[in-house]
């Protein structure tokens, strides 16, 4: 038998119990503990025969008749208001009860009441069973759902037990790190050939001239030979000019009747060692990528095992207390869970269906876990709007402090067909308002793809969970595997947490941000190289507090490089000074409009202002 089973017992032997418990004549608890415990939905039937009996065994029977009857009564109207409603709330068997009492009392023909200070009695007695459910009814409620020793709780407010998957994921992690840095150790770069390259390049261009020559034996036949000298300069001289020196060639024509030959020879040998040492380069180089992409998955494992702490048994009542209030709105919940991020905010994730296969609405749920939460909750992304007979699993996230809007305004280079900018804003779990921008290098079609794939990879990698500088850093790797040539673009990301303000912004090759706190404008400036062209890449990293009405401001090259002024930058900040807007996308609109009056209305690249503000909820 479970616990549930072991506390419904107790819960029927209190109803045989209350009965001893008297006041100035009256036993208001046994018609308030029977509507607590007749709404918490354990056997009705065995809650009304225990009640029965024990109003038998500790009542008067005329009380007894009176408790009865009104017992009966509120047991119809409940059933009634739950097949009429799909859901009987608290306050609402409470007001039940109370009537029923009331109109019981004054009925004195039936209950040979004849005495008027009696009647006002029982009214005040119908107040007290209507304050005992109101009270009673969360505290039954908790007993009856909370299953977890304190000494559990303690452990989990402890954080003295890791969870099973967290452990797996620890691993994983370990073992992606450990292959990196195999590959890690396997990158030794190399910039010239080795001795022993050099001499194998010797005996390759021996053999293929030499050994038909009647003075082979003549010329290598000892270590003393000038020979040796000589072709050493050779290769030395074609590694570092490509091409033979003209005192080298004179001396091997001096020992030589081929020189000629051999110096062709030399340099086709040399040409195709050279290409076979780029090729190992390249090689290696792919290796330090998938090094530091295998990096990159450890982290995430590690950030995975570490995002979430369950929490759920240090926050029994509180659960308890969501069940309650979803209780009153007629859903069931089956199975819940608390779990804690890493930036200490809530996520509630449950399964729940509703008891009378009605729908009902994701809203009016919200409202009953945001008043057992005792915190806004809201709805996770792509939860279902409603929930019916069908178990339904939802997550519900701790309401973010400040809420986001953008805007944005472009132009295509003139003679264009396509902008070479793109641009993307992800509102992510965990209260995260991400801006991207990227501009291709070049114009038209070729620079689209490259800034779409750049903004594309960003979106992918941030989705998923990456960290955003090591979601940059995998961009960039797809991008040095790639190979293409020009395959460069530039990277502008701000990244707004939504419950603190802060801003983190990170920029490779990109335009300087701008921040507009009211009436003054900050500036944030990057003098990085864009995105694709090394395997490692040096990000800026920078941070701002933003508060109440701040906007964060995107902008491209195109924008600040034909202003045609000595100080760009200086110029847009006092453009973005002069626009009083409360609207994101009006402020990049007018930032264009300002812009086109310092280019003459033309457009001689493409230009993108991307615009964020943010505001209090």
């Not at 309401?399 to 132009?411: E, I, K, P, S």
């Not at 530039?490 to 912004?505: H, R, W």
Request: glycine share 8%; net charge negative; with cysteine.
């Amino acid at each position: 038998m479970n616990k549930r089973k072991w506390k419904e017992i107790g819960i029927y032997a209190l109803a045989v119990l209350v009965g001893k418990v008297e006041f100035v004549g009256c036993f208001p608890m046994i018609p308030a503990f029977f509507t607590v415990a007749y709404m918490e939905e354990i056997n009705r039937t065995l809650l009304l025969i225990f009640s029965i009996f024990g109003m038998a065994l500790f009542i008067p029977v005329q009380a007894m008749a009176k408790y009865t009857m009104a017992i009966l009564v509120t047991a119809v109207v409940i059933k009634l208001i739950e097949w009429a409603d799909k859901t009987c709330r608290t306050w609402v068997g409470a007001i039940s009860m109370a009537a029923s009492m009331f109109l019981i009392t004054i009925a004195g023909e039936v209950l040979q009441i004849r005495n008027r200070a009696v009647v006002w009695m029982g009214g005040l007695e119908s107040l007290l069973i209507a304050g005992i459910v109101l009270l009673a009814s969360p505290i039954i409620h908790y007993f009856l759902e909370e299953n977890i020793s304190w000494k559990k709780s303690r452990e989990a407010k402890t954080g003295t037990t890791t969870p099973e998957h967290g452990e797996k994921l620890q691993s994983y992690a370990k073992s992606f790190s450990g292959l990196s840095q195999i590959f890690s150790r396997m990158n030794q770069y190399k910039s010239n050939f080795e001795p022993e390259e050099m001499g194998k390049m010797q005996q390759e261009i021996a053999g293929k001239i030499c050994m038909s020559c009647n003075q082979c034996a003549i010329c290598w036949q000892e270590d003393t030979s000038p020979m040796y000298e000589v072709f050493y300069r050779l290769i030395h001289s074609l590694e570092k000019r490509g091409v033979a020196e003209e005192e080298v060639q004179q001396d091997l024509k001096h020992y030589c009747p081929y020189s000629d030959t051999i110096i062709e020879e030399a340099t086709g040998v040399f040409e195709k060692a050279k290409l076979n040492l780029s090729w190992y380069n390249r090689l290696l180089e792919n290796r330090g990528v998938i090094a530091q992409q295998l990096d990159a998955m450890a982290d995430i494992m590690e950030d995975c095992a570490k995002e979430y702490i369950d929490v759920s048994q240090s926050k029994g009542r509180v659960l308890a207390s969501v069940k309650y209030r979803l209780k009153e709105r007629g859903i069931v919940v089956n199975d819940i869970h608390l779990y804690e991020r890493q930036n200490g905010r809530l996520s509630l994730q449950m399964k729940v269906c509703s008891k009378w296969g009605n729908c009902v609405t994701i809203k009016e749920i919200a409202k009953g876990v945001t008043q057992g939460m005792k915190r806004t909750m809201v709805p996770g992304k792509y939860v279902r709007s409603l929930v019916g007979k069908e178990e339904a699993y939802l997550t519900f996230e701790e309401d973010t402090v400040f809420h986001g809007l953008h805007g944005v305004a472009r132009l295509t280079k003139d003679n264009a067909q396509v902008s070479g900018d793109s641009f993307s804003v992800l509102e992510l779990d965990g209260g995260d308002y991400v801006l991207a921008l990227s501009d291709g290098m070049g114009s038209g079609i070729s620079a689209c793809k490259e800034s779409e794939m750049v903004i594309e990879l960003i979106e992918k990698f941030v989705e998923t969970g990456f960290q955003k500088e090591t979601a940059i850093r995998m961009m960039n790797s797809a991008m040095v595997i790639q190979g293409e040539d020009g395959m460069f673009s530039t990277v502008d990301m701000a990244d707004i947490d939504l419950y603190s303000g802060k801003c983190d912004f990170y920029k490779i090759g990109a335009a300087t941000t701008f921040i507009k706190h009211g009436e003054e404008v900050e500036c944030i400036s990057s003098t990085t190289l864009p995105a694709g062209i090394f395997q490692q890449i040096e990000i800026e990293k920078s941070s701002r507090q933003l508060k109440d009405g701040d906007f964060v401001i995107l902008v491209t090259d195109g924008v600040l490089d034909y202003l045609r002024v000595p100080a760009p930058e200086e110029t847009l900040r006092e453009i973005l000074e002069t626009i009083e807007t409360n609207h994101p996308g009006q402020l990049a609109k007018e930032v264009l409009e300002r812009i086109l009056l310092f280019t003459a209305g033309r457009v001689p690249d493409d230009m993108t202002v991307l615009v964020a503000g943010i505001w209090e909820k």
